[in-house]
């Protein structure tokens, strides 16, 4: 709803994807074009825009085969699907904080699974974003943004691949070649073959390459993880009509003296007419109450950082960076369970009302030291606290009236509910 370190982030639009068949398009090449090159023994050189069509194709399938299926993990029982769903915007399935996982399937995550769905225009991470040629005023420094983690600490869809498969409490293989083991014992040595020709199967480096590729070439898959196919995509359309209670949501949304959510999670389409994101990908850090559901959080000196650590390292020099996060994209938000990095919210009807009763209410979130006295944003040390955004609806005080009545949060989660793909105008 508003960007961290106190900068109050303009409605950028930058690079939104076209709709339909020209993003497959579009994306699928760009795709591919670094994908044929990474793997040394495929041969990217001279091919033709049918050749080109047909890798996409065999890339796609065979990252949609490897994501559903688990046996590419060291347990044999954990898939990419396991923890981001299809069914649930590639997402988490479950209330859980944080997944289990690694070899024995015992070992929690750190952090709440993030939904992989619309990241196809997330830019690269840069510590300094400067609003696009589209808007008035390219002056304005945004600060950190971009990345496809929660940290931003990878850019491409390859890198963001290898976490899983190499972290010891997701699917727990203990190096690339393991990888590659599994995948060749699970089938796929054919299909890789097929893809990116028959020496590729002595070159094991060349196999975990092309191995990330393909899961990178299925994440630009449109109609799985960018469809548009949601009611408010259908009423930007002229297709759809909001209900009375979803069209008050949306104007309570951008309302910068109410919800003031499209700061960050931009709700109108660029100036192109492309559809929004509903995201900056802007870095924000928000006083996220302390999850003790989290194993790694019953160490009191233990704090997720976010851009300043501790799974990201390059800019733990960064104090200004600490306790910031990337802004999600608000599609699909209906279909989750658990909110914000740490998963410390369990429905979107508090995830609104936290936003707007943190300051104006703030026992309601935080716990009390022993003395009765409030320990306000608990989960980040005192130094770094004065990263915390105080933007609307954030810039009030206890007593005050939050931002938004009851009745009004209750609209606002009625509009987020227009997120949710697979809507049918028709129906």
């Known amino acids: 709803m508003a960007l961290g370190s106190g900068v109050r982030r303009r409605q950028s639009v930058w690079g939104r994807t076209m709709w339909g068949g020209l993003a497959v398009g579009v994306l699928a090449f760009a795709a591919v074009g670094s994908a044929l090159s990474a793997p040394p023994s495929s041969a990217s050189a001279g091919m033709s825009r049918a050749e080109v069509r047909r890798q996409v194709e065999g890339l796609t399938a065979l990252g949609r085969a490897m994501f559903l299926d688990p046996a590419l993990s060291a347990s044999g029982k954990l898939a990419c699907s396991s923890c981001h769903a299809p069914d649930h915007g590639f997402g988490p399935p479950n209330a859980l904080p944080v997944q289990m996982g690694g070899g024995d399937m015992a070992q929690p995550g750190g952090r709440a699974v ?47 691949a290898a976490i899983p498969l190499l972290s010891a409490f997701e699917m727990g293989n203990a190096t ?50 960018y469809p548009y196919t949601s009611k408010y995509d259908a009423f930007l359309a002229g297709q759809a009509t909001l209900t009375p209670q979803e069209a008050r949501g949306l104007d309570l949304f951008n309302d910068p003296a109410k919800g003031n959510c499209a700061e960050c999670h931009i709700s109108q ?49 960064h104090p200004e960076y600490c306790g910031l996060f990337r802004t999600p994209s608000l599609r699909n938000v209906a279909l989750r369970q658990t909110f914000f990095h740490n998963g410390a919210i369990h429905s979107l009807r508090e995830a609104v009302a936290f936003y707007v009763t943190r300051e104006t209410d703030p026992g309601r979130w935080y716990p009390r030291n022993p003395d009765g006295s409030l320990r306000k944003y608990d989960d980040l040390p005192p130094q770094y606290q004065a990263n915390i955004n105080l933007d609307p609806p954030f810039d009030r005080h206890p007593g005050d009236a939050p931002a938004l009545t009851d009745a009004e949060i209750d609209d606002v989660v009625a509009f987020m509910k227009t997120l949710t793909d697979g809507y049918d105008p028709h129906s």
């Not at 097929?194 to 109609?223: C, M, N, S, T």
């Not at 995201?279 to 559901?293: K, Q, Y």
Request: aromatic share 10%; hydrophobic share 35%; with cysteine.
């Open 114 to 160: 993030p939904s992989l769905t619309y990241l196809q225009d997330v830019p690269p991470f840069t510590e300094h974003f400067f609003d696009s040629e589209d808007d008035s005023d390219e002056s304005v420094d945004n600060g950190p943004t971009g990345g496809l983690t929660w940290d931003g600490r990878v850019d491409r869809g390859a890198d963001q």
């Open 176 to 225: 690339p070649d393991e990888v590659v083991t599994h995948a060749l014992a699970a089938g796929y040595g054919d299909p890789l073959r097929r893809i990116y020709g028959d020496a590729i199967l002595a070159d094991r480096p060349a196999l975990y390459a092309g191995i990330l590729k393909a899961f990178e070439v299925y994440e630009q898959d449109a109609a799985s993880f």
């Open 269 to 317: 389409r660029g100036n192109d007419g492309t559809p929004p994101q509903f995201t900056d990908a802007g870095m924000i850090a928000i006083g996220i109450p302390r999850n003790a559901e989290i194993p790694a959080n019953a160490d009191p000196a233990y704090f997720d950082l976010g851009v300043c650590g501790p799974l990201r390292t390059d800019l733990a020099n």
